[in-house]
Nanobody, 119 residues
Framework: QVQLVESGGGLVQPGESLRLSCAAS????????MIWYRQAPGKQRELVAG???????NYSDSVKGRFTISRDNAKNKVYLEMNSLKPEDTAVYYC?????????????WGQGTLVTVSS
């Protein structure tokens, strides 16, 4: 069964940290690009950070320098370390696995985990 399961969300105060995890099953994890997206209330889903199978990373400008994405291919997991959290980071965070198929990308989505940053 192909599945992505996120965990680690919660309620934190501004300036605090959280670490999100995404566990993959049913896929050859090491060949997939892994991406964290988020969707705030009333807004479109946006890319937060991505990491390729080779370990190349990229970040949205809004989180660069505060968030770090990493992966552990032995554990089939991807992580998002979030530091110096701001209220505007409040969103549901989704894990996405993507790999080129024959004619289009093959994608898998997790169910999301809620991060709330509030004092």
């Amino acid at each position: 069964q192909v599945q992505l399961v996120e965990s680690g969300g919660g309620l934190v105060q501004p300036g605090e940290s959280l670490r999100l995890s995404c566990a993959a099953s049913g896929i050859i994890f090491s060949i997939y690009t892994m991406i964290w997206y988020r969707q705030a209330p009333g807004k479109q889903r946006e890319l937060v950070a991505g990491i390729t199978s080779g370990g190349t990373t990229n970040y949205s400008d809004s989180v660069k320098g505060r968030f770090t994405i990493s992966r552990d291919n032995a554990k089939n997991k991807v992580y998002l370390e979030m530091n110096s959290l701001k209220p505007e980071d409040t969103a549901v965070y989704y894990c996405n696995a993507k790999v080129p198929g024959i004619s289009e990308y093959i994608e898998v989505w997790g169910q999301g985990t809620l991060v709330t940053v509030s004092s």
